[in-house]
């Protein structure tokens, strides 16, 4: 079975014959390859011609897209989510006091 799909830059496929996802990161019409990134975050590259005797199909994002984008950090996501707490925002502003006339001169 051979593919029909054009791979586009940013859409998820995947592996018919083993299961996994990749997406599609790259196209590079000179040398007519296609740069992938897969799920694990390991980046391969394929030859056009290959692309198409691969089995594979487009399919939906992960539920956890992240894997091959490296993100490390939940508020990198867009989320509301912080590692700090409510209260390292109160605090007073005076806590830090001004700099002595002496000490610009210096």
């Given at each position: 079975m051979t593919t029909e799909f054009d791979p586009i830059i940013g859409n998820w496929y995947c592996h018919l014959?083993?299961?996994?996802?990749?997406?599609?990161?790259?196209?590079?019409?000179k040398t007519e390859t296609v740069g992938v990134q897969n799920f694990d975050g390991n980046l391969?590259?394929?030859e056009m011609e290959n692309w198409h005797q691969m089995e594979i199909e487009p399919c939906e994002a992960p539920e956890n897209w992240s894997g091959p984008l490296d993100i490390?950090?939940?508020?990198d996501l867009g989320t509301n989510i912080t590692d700090t707490s409510?209260?390292?925002?109160?605090?007073?502003?005076?806590?830090?006091?001004p700099r002595s006339e002496t000490s610009k001169e210096e």
């Open positions: 014959d083993k299961g996994q996802r990749f997406l599609v990161v790259a196209i590079d019409e391969d590259e394929y490390g950090n939940v508020d409510e209260s390292d925002w109160d605090e007073p502003l005076d806590v830090f006091e």
